[in-house]
């Protein structure tokens, strides 16, 4: 870097603080890592309002494109930008390969503990994982005791949340096995940054994500029923008032593959079809992102219609795959979730290589009492809730919320768990015309069909807000293009 | 082709076809108020309202701006150009997969335009110009519609809702006018005579085409046989049905079903009404009734459709 550019970059850098969270672009001492030089260098390059123009002209781009996320509770307008920041977040080769293989092994060991639990249970026998916990989830599902899915694949789309530590290491946050949704963020957050920084990007060497939706259809083929050559391959959505719609459209339309709502199907001698204007034709495969509770009324809440009367019993049958599997939300308790290390251990023989976030299970007397003392330096969070809701920061918490949040979790001891409040890293977003740390997670999407496939990439989110710890985008989240280096 | 997706897109084109034919001849109403002889002003209004298919949808009350104005913004009218924009946009919003971006943002932008304040504080200062703005818009669309989408059975669908709801449209205009063509009160009204004329042409954007073929000598004969029976002109009835049966069997050589026995009869009877009969014979038999049926097939073969393509019966699905 020459010394005329460093002005530059500190004037836009300013009173940017480094403390005790790692930081994704700069040591501790405040030098640029590696990865991220070249990046500092053409920021330093730019002209001044140059940043400026350039975020404009991104967000023009979203809302031509119409990408976009609904928000519950409102009339009209309902519809709102996903909030992107400019700034790419690197992870090198290496680092990625650890996140590859750590992901790889814990999709494989939970995909194995499903399969366990809804046939022999011998993790429950072995007493590896206490029974009543499982029987106890919420999204455990009796009905699939003793049910064969196809090739014993229960979750063919994962996305986990990681972060990282002040350490510099990825842990497992939580792993999302009903039915993840972001992946259309991170290709249209891909396609803007080819846009908006074409040379920097060519210079870097970033690996492509741009094959996701053949790779997700590939996957989806692969599951299909026997003797169907030719599956028909379906995306169910719960329609146009949900949140995710924009991404429901988006994969159907990437894939080319029809979008269907439960009205759109029947069911007829356990046969799943559609209604189309040549007459009903047979569906195969239903990339389902319909909750279990809302997909059949006749087995799941009965006052549900976004689903399909039938599609259970034909799911039996073995004439129609659909994936997720059904009670696939017992392995991302937040309470079994504890338990992941001992199954890659139990399934696997090895040891976890991406780590959990040390967990304190609110059913056990001790740690109980433990998190009880201490809540106001822990977070609590409601084990079959996602998206950010039914959750306690205890640093950032009144003492009133303390005391209800007690008086929950002592009605209701299993339904939470509390983790130490993390230290995760930051990134540098551009807010007004500053760069100012914002804290990440990363969420890679996994496929599970032949064989575990991630594409080199992920969404990482951002709180946008400053020193919040919430990345959920229904919570003021916003998200970034992450780079993936070939070497 | 998903049946919920071409019910979505057959409606999306139907209510912009819709809203397009409203704003029309309320334009043209408001001009030809602005002349005080011939009918009265609120003599007009109603045959706007009946010629839109509705003879209650906004009273009279002398107010000529905010009636107008109801029928241009008011959400809870079912006449309104918004009431029609919101559901064609809610039709493609669910059909987002199917319909091209440009398609999208076009309707989208005029959903936007109408809910703007904007455009309303427009419309109290010039309420032609802010009528033509719309125009525009539904116009922008209609083209890219035809330009950015695949021609493939969607598009078939899109057609048929248009030349459905148009056809329908100028039946029922036709209809309407029909009582004040052919009975004009006296000869020395003959200047305000011209102008209903003009008038009812224009309604069917159909003033400049009609002087092409037959001079600008306004006859009600000739604009009866123009609006119904020329094969060219795109807002002519015979046209609408040359395309609603050309709809029909691309919709087949797309992949859908074949049409059922039922329907072919239906749009075959329609163009054969249309296509072999003279202006003359029309005007010598029942012309009120002749309209009359035509509207009745309309509805005929739309139900059809629905029926057929749409909501079957899942039994008579499994037994073919």
Same mark, same amino acid.
């Given at each position: ?21 790692? =930081? ?48 519950? $509770? ?14 790419? !977040?690197?992870?090198?080769?290496? &680092? ?45 599902? !009796? ?15 994962? /996305? ?34 080819? !846009? ?29 029923? &026997? ?68 997909? =059949? ?31 696939? /939300? ?11 290390? =001992? ?7 090895? =040891? ?35 998206? $950010?809701? /039914? ?57 599970? $069909? ?26 003021? /989240? ?10 | ?5 071409? #019910? ?18 309320? #334009? ?27 003879? #209650? ?5 002398? #107010? ?17 150009? *918004? ?7 809610? %039709? ?26 904007? *455009? ?91 002087? +092409? ?16 029976? %020329? ?20 919709? +087949?050589? *797309? ?59 899942? +039994? ?5």
């Amino acid at each position: 870097m020459s010394t005329g550019n460093t002005v530059e970059l500190e004037t836009l850098f300013g009173d940017y603080p480094l403390d005790r969270a790692f =930081d994704e672009m700069r040591e501790a001492g405040g030098e640029v890592r590696p990865q991220y030089r070249a990046l500092a260098e053409t920021l330093a390059g730019l002209p001044p309002d140059e940043l400026q123009r350039r975020k404009q002209s991104a967000d023009l781009s979203f809302l031509t494109q119409g990408i976009t996320f609904t928000v519950y $509770g409102r009339d009209e307008g309902t519809e709102r930008i996903f909030p992107y920041d400019l700034l790419p !977040r690197i992870i090198t080769a290496q &680092e990625w390969d650890r996140i590859e293989r750590g992901l790889t092994q814990r999709i494989t060991a939970l995909n194995l503990f499903l399969r366990d639990v809804y046939s022999d249970a011998k993790i429950l026998n072995d007493r590896i994982i206490p029974r009543e916990l499982v029987y106890s989830c919420k999204h455990y599902r !009796r009905q699939m005791r003793g049910l064969q899915v196809p090739r014993n694949v229960y979750i063919s789309v994962v /996305g986990s949340d990681l972060l990282r530590l002040n350490t510099g290491e990825f842990v497992v946050l939580e792993d999302n096995l009903r039915v993840p949704s972001g992946v259309s963020y991170m290709l249209t957050n891909r396609r803007v940054m080819k !846009r908006t920084f074409p040379q920097l990007f060519h210079s870097y060497g970033v690996r492509p994500i741009e094959h996701y939706s053949q790779l997700l259809l590939a996957t989806l083929r692969s599951l299909a029923p &026997e003797g169907r050559p030719e599956p028909n391959i379906v995306l169910l959505t719960p329609g146009v008032f949900n949140s995710a719609y924009f991404e429901h459209t988006y994969l159907a339309r990437q894939m080319g593959i029809d979008l269907v709502e439960g009205r759109d199907l029947v069911t007829h001698d356990n046969v799943v079809y559609m209604r189309t204007t040549d007459g009903l034709k047979r569906v195969d495969v239903i990339y389902r992102r319909v909750d279990d509770d809302f997909s =059949d009324p006749l087995i799941f809440r009965g006052d549900s219609s976004l689903g399909c009367a039938g599609l259970f019993n034909a799911y039996r049958a073995g004439n129609v795959t659909v994936t997720n599997a059904f009670g696939t /939300g017992l392995a991302d308790d937040k309470a079994v979730y504890a338990y992941v290390p =001992d199954m890659i251990r139990y399934y696997l023989n090895e =040891d976890a290589i991406l780590p959990n976030v040390k967990t304190f299970l609110l059913g056990e007397e001790k740690q109980r009492q433990h998190v009880l003392e201490n809540l106001e330096k822990l977070v609590v969070k409601a084990v079959g809730e996602s998206g $950010g809701y /039914g959750m306690l920061i205890g640093p950032q918490s009144t003492a009133k919320q303390r005391e209800e949040f007690a008086r929950q979790i002592e009605a209701n001891p299993r339904n939470y768990i509390a983790q130490p409040t993390l230290d995760f890293s930051r990134a540098p977003c551009l807010i007004g015309d500053r760069l100012e740390p914002r804290h990440v997670d990363l969420r890679p999407y996994i496929l599970f $069909g032949d064989k575990v496939n991630i594409v080199p990439g992920g969404l990482t989110r951002v709180a946008l807000e400053k020193g919040s710890l919430v990345v959920n985008s229904s919570q003021g /989240g916003g998200s970034k293009d992450t780079w993936i280096l070939e070497q | 082709m998903l049946s919920r997706v071409a #019910d979505s897109l057959y409606w999306m084109s139907r209510y912009v076809e819709r809203a397009e034919n409203t704003v029309r001849q309320l #334009d043209v109403t408001m001009s030809l108020m602005l002349d005080t002889g011939g009918a009265s002003a609120e003599a007009r209004w109603k045959r706007l309202m009946a010629s839109l298919g509705k003879p #209650d949808g906004v009273p009279w009350t002398s #107010d000529l701006e905010s009636m107008a104005s109801a029928l241009v913004f008011d959400n809870t009218n079912h006449l309104s150009v *918004t009431h029609s924009l919101n559901g064609a946009r809610e %039709n493609a919003r669910q059909v987002r997969e199917e319909i091209s971006s440009e398609q999208w943002q076009r309707l989208n932008r005029l959903f936007h335009h109408m809910h703007s304040p904007q *455009t309303q504080t427009q419309f109290r200062s010039s309420i032609n110009e802010a009528l033509a703005g719309v125009l525009d818009g539904i116009h922008l669309f209609q083209g890219v519609s035809d330009t950015t989408m695949i021609h493939g059975q969607g598009w078939q669908f899109i057609r048929l809702g248009r030349y459905l709801e148009r056809a329908y449209a100028t039946a029922t205009l036709l209809e309407v006018f029909q009582p004040d063509l052919f009975h004009p009160q006296g000869r020395e009204q003959s200047g305000y005579q011209y102008l209903e004329l003009v008038g009812l042409l224009r309604c069917c954007t159909s003033f400049e085409a009609y002087c +092409q073929v037959y001079t600008a000598e306004l006859s009600p004969d000739r604009i009866l046989e123009f609006l119904l029976l %020329n094969r060219d002109f795109p807002h002519a009835i015979r046209y609408c049905a040359d395309g609603i049966r050309h709809a029909v069997e691309s919709v +087949q050589r *797309t992949g859908g079903r074949r049409p059922p026995e039922e329907l072919v009869a239906v749009i075959g009877r329609l163009h054969a009404m249309l296509g072999y009969t003279t202006v003359g014979e029309i005007l010598a038999g029942n012309a009120a009734g002749f309209l009359h049926t035509i509207r009745e097939q309309c509805m005929r073969i739309h139900e059809l459709i629905y029926r057929y393509y749409v909501h079957y019966s899942i +039994q008579s699905a499994l037994a073919i």
